[in-house]
């Protein structure tokens, strides 16, 4: 009876000893297929417009670094109470500061991507934004069985809602057929 923990520890020890899976190339880096066949991108433009990401992505997170510690002084001082309204406007201002930067780096790599497109791509682009104020009246059009989803995807409730909404109408079904036999029976002990 001993012998069984032992075994249990010893084989999630020698589990947890193992390496990581190892990603391959592909699993890192997503492939951009779609939108490449879309605008007609290069390969070289979607170097560009990964390498400009990262950046943007790098240089948001040295600005949330230094707001997330503002933000907890600021709420540490309000529960602490009597705090000096001076210096909590302060603070204030100095999160909306940095926020403004974040948005302002945001914007910034918006407009170095879009002068990697070409005049044609760009328009292309357009197309995409406005397919993208479509999806939601999209995705009801396929709730309510007017469009296809996916290809090869069988939408409709079991499809789109999945078998768990089945299985609550099959239960709804069952409750009001047998709910007068369900109630006389009364609470189970």
């Known amino acids: 009876m001993k012998l069984l923990p032992l075994a249990v520890c010893l084989f999630t020890a020698t589990l947890m000893a193992q390496p990581p899976f190892p990603r391959s190339e592909a699993a890192q880096a997503p492939t951009m297929d779609a939108l490449k066949l879309a605008l007609g991108l290069s390969n070289d433009q979607i170097a560009q417009l990964r390498q400009l990401r990262i ?3 790098k240089a948001a997170k040295s600005i949330l670094d230094q707001i997330r510690p503002l933000e907890k002084s600021l709420q540490d001082t309000l529960k602490a109470g009597g705090a000096d309204p001076s210096s909590l406007g302060q603070k204030l201002i100095q999160i909306e500061a940095l926020k403004t930067q974040l948005r302002g780096g945001s914007d910034r790599c918006k407009s170095q991507a879009l002068a990697v497109l070409t005049p044609d791509q760009g328009t292309k682009l ?12 999209i995705g009801q059009a396929i709730g309510l069985g007017l469009l296809e989803g996916r290809p090869g995807l069988r939408q409709g409730i079991r499809g789109r809602l999945g078998a768990g909404m089945a299985r609550y109408g099959a239960m709804q079904r069952f409750q009001a057929a047998n709910g007068a036999a369900l109630r006389r029976r009364g609470p189970i002990n």
Do not use: I, Y
């Open 55 to 57: 950046d943007q992505l």
């Open 126 to 137: 357009k197309g995409l934004e406005d397919a993208m104020k479509l999806q939601p009246a």
